[in-house]
């Protein structure tokens, strides 16, 4: 799935918020440092990780592209 974004970038927690797949970003912490998300292909446990166009996110068996 392609995900727009209008800014330079968009950290993790809040692009697990945006697309409702967590409630707050006390769950997204904790899905992210308990190694549940792929950046790229690898284990990120930074929730303030920068995303940028072309960069891949992976959880929960579903792919989310940033364009």
């Known amino acids: ?3 727009k974004i209008d ?3 968009i950290t993790l927690g ?3 918020k945006w697309l409702n797949l967590v ?3 006390g769950e997204a912490k904790s899905l ?3 190694g549940e ?3 790229n292909g690898e284990v990120c446990t930074m929730r303030g990780k920068k995303l940028r166009p072309k960069d ?3 959880f929960a068996g579903q792919i989310y592209m940033i364009v």
Do not use: F, P
Request: aromatic share 4%; no cysteine.
């Open 14 to 16: 809040a692009l697990l």
């Open 23 to 25: 409630g707050t970003g």
């Open 7 to 9: 800014t330079e970038y």
């Open 37 to 39: 998300v792929l950046v």
């Open 32 to 34: 992210i440092q308990s």
């Open 1 to 3: 799935m392609d995900i």
């Open 56 to 58: 891949k996110v992976e």
